[in-house]
């Protein structure tokens, strides 16, 4: 079985392969089967400071929204997450907000990956597109490469919940955090949810997602919704 990322429109000429990383390292690292949280990896990831962002897919549950807050970092928190809840961190609009040019050359120095890929191709490209300055390190309990576009520069295996104590020992807490960079996207999310609620209001009638919005708005807090 292939998986084979091809350029639209499927069409064209085989060319060279491009060149390797820098040095001769090696396009990814994996640390298979290390189920304690890697010490040098909370380490490089609580350094104060740094333009961080979690980007958290289906499955990650609960621990992320701990971690990213240790770490002082924006949630990007996709639906399936069990991550995408009420705080400043949190960016739930991520699928629009890059959408925007602006927002979209916002650059962080390293990006969190947590659970399944977001099914947003929007997402999907901007991480493609970071470049080599971004490091991209990606965190599964079992090993798994959720990471079918092989953006990632080095996948762990090891616990969330682990990784968070061991975080949690080396973060330097609220004083340590890039403040700016973690308002910037606050701010960013606050607007789109505005504009997206204005949107919605200004129909004046009946629409999926505005009765979805109204109703998980009047849900009490901790409360799930099942659509079926």
């Excluded at 000429?13 to 990814?28: K, S």
């Excluded at 996709?78 to 609009?93: H, I, Y």
């Excluded at 606050?186 to 109204?214: K, M």
Aim: with cysteine; aromatic share 6%; glycine share 10%.
């Amino acid at each position: 079985h292939l998986n084979l990322a091809c350029r639209e429109p499927l069409l064209g000429t085989a060319g060279d392969l491009p060149e390797g990383r820098a040095g001769g390292a090696p396009w990814h690292r994996v640390e298979a089967g290390s189920r304690p949280a890697p010490v040098a990896l909370a380490e490089s990831l609580a350094a104060p400071g740094r333009r961080g962002l979690v980007v958290a897919g289906a499955g990650s549950g609960p621990s992320v929204v701990t971690l990213a807050s240790t770490l002082g970092w924006p949630l990007m928190a996709d639906p399936l997450s069990g991550a995408r809840l009420p705080s400043r961190m949190t960016v739930a609009a991520a699928d629009a907000l890059l959408r925007i040019p602006e927002v979209a050359s916002w650059r962080p120095e390293v990006v969190l990956r947590t659970g399944r890929p977001w099914a947003s191709r929007v997402l999907s490209s901007w991480l493609g597109g970071l470049g080599p300055e971004t490091e991209q390190v990606l965190v599964d309990p079992f090993g798994r490469w959720a990471d079918p576009e092989r953006q990632a520069d080095q996948s762990v295996a090891c616990d969330l919940t682990e990784l968070t104590r061991a975080v949690e020992k080396q973060a330097a807490g609220p004083p340590g955090w890039n403040k700016d960079w973690v308002e910037q996207w606050a701010d960013a999310e606050s607007a789109a949810q505005t504009a997206i609620d204005g949107v919605l209001e200004s129909r004046h009638r009946l629409t999926e997602p505005a009765v979805a919005r109204s109703l998980v708005a009047g849900l009490p807090y901790g409360w799930w919704l099942f659509a079926s």
